[in-house]
C-alpha cells in the first residue's frame, strides 16, 4: 500500500515514521512549508527507519503529487482541513475513487470528506510529539469510512502496526475526543500547577501520577477508588491546603472547585 501523509506536525511525524517502520511504501510528505517536508523525508529515508529498503519518500508541496496513492492521510490542524479540499478533488485518482483521502481530526465529521469517492477517518487516540517516540502497537484507532474499501485499507494498516481499533461513526468519535481533553489535556494542565507547587520536588509524584491513573481504570469505575482529603470530609487538611494558596489565584480558584466538585460527589 502506497500511503502519502499530507502535514508534517506532531500527528504527521508519528504516523508517517511509524508506517514507513511497519513495511509501508510513503512515496511523498506534503507540506507547505519545504523546510518541514524535507526534514520529515530525510527522517524516513534514514535505514533505521527503513528496514524493509522501501523506495526513497520524497518531499513536496504541491499536493498533486500523490497522484496514484493507495491513501492519503491528511494529518493538519482541523481549521486548515477544509482549506485544502479543493486541491485534493483535482487529483484523478482520488476523484475516481482508487485513492482514499482520510483526515485524523477526532472531532471532525467524516462528512467533511463527503465530495471524494473513498473517505475515511484514522483516528489515534494518542497524545503524539515530534520529540517523544511512541509505540503505535499501543495506540487505539478509531475508524470511519464511507465504502469498503477505504475501511479494509484502514483496518490492513492497524494489522500491521499491532494496534486496537474500532469502527466507530463521528458522534461516538467525537464523545471520545472530549474523554480524551478530560484525561489527557486537563489532567496536564493539573500536572503544570502540581509542578508549580512542588517543584524542586516534583520528580517524586511520577510514581504517584501513573499509579493514580492505572488504578482509575483497573476497578471500572475511577469514582471508586477517589482518595483524598475531600472525600474524606478533612475539613482540617484542606483549610492548612488553602492557606498555601492563598496568594496564588489560579491554584486557589482550581483547588476550591474541585475539592467542592468531591464532596458533592460523595453526597
Request: glycine letters at 4%.
Amino acid at each position: 500500500m502506497k500511503i502519502s501523509i499530507l502535514g508534517s506536525g506532531n500527528a504527521g511525524f508519528r504516523i508517517a515514521i511509524a508506517l514507513k517502520g511497519a513495511g509501508f511504501e510513503i512515496p511523498f510528505v506534503v507540506n507547505r512549508s519545504p523546510q518541514s517536508a524535507t526534514q520529515l523525508s530525510s527522517i524516513l529515508n534514514k535505514q533505521e527507519y527503513n528496514h524493509y529498503s522501501l523506495p526513497n519518500t520524497n518531499p513536496t508541496t504541491n499536493i498533486c503529487d500523490t497522484e496514484g496513492s493507495d491513501l492519503i492521510i491528511v494529518a493538519i490542524s482541523d481549521d486548515a482541513l477544509e482549506s485544502i479540499l479543493p486541491d485534493l478533488s483535482v487529483i484523478k485518482s482520488v476523484s475516481s475513487g482508487v485513492t482514499t483521502v482520510c483526515h485524523i481530526s477526532g472531532a471532525t465529521s467524516l462528512d467533511v470528506l463527503k465530495q471524494f469517492k473513498s473517505h475515511g477517518v484514522f483516528y489515534p487516540l494518542m497524545t503524539l510529539s515530534k520529540n517523544k517516540p511512541v509505540d503505535m502497537s499501543i495506540v487505539p484507532f478509531l475508524l470511519e469510512a464511507s465504502d469498503l474499501s477505504a475501511i479494509e485499507k484502514l483496518t490492513a494498516i492497524c494489522k500491521k502496526l499491532g494496534s486496537e481499533y474500532s469502527i466507530c461513526d463521528s458522534s461516538e468519535r467525537l464523545r471520545m475526543h472530549l474523554s480524551a481533553v478530560f484525561v489527557s489535556n486537563f489532567i496536564n494542565y493539573l500536572a503544570t500547577l502540581s509542578y508549580d507547587i512542588a517543584t524542586p520536588h516534583h520528580v517524586y509524584l511520577l510514581p504517584l501520577a501513573i499509579e493514580t491513573i492505572r488504578k482509575a481504570f483497573l476497578y471500572g469505575n475511577p469514582k471508586m477508588v477517589q482518595t483524598g482529603p475531600a472525600i474524606r470530609g478533612d475539613l482540617s487538611t484542606i483549610n492548612k491546603h488553602l492557606e498555601i494558596l492563598k496568594d496564588s489565584k489560579e491554584h486557589l480558584e482550581v483547588y476550591k472547585l474541585l475539592t467542592n466538585f468531591i464532596i458533592e460527589q460523595k453526597k
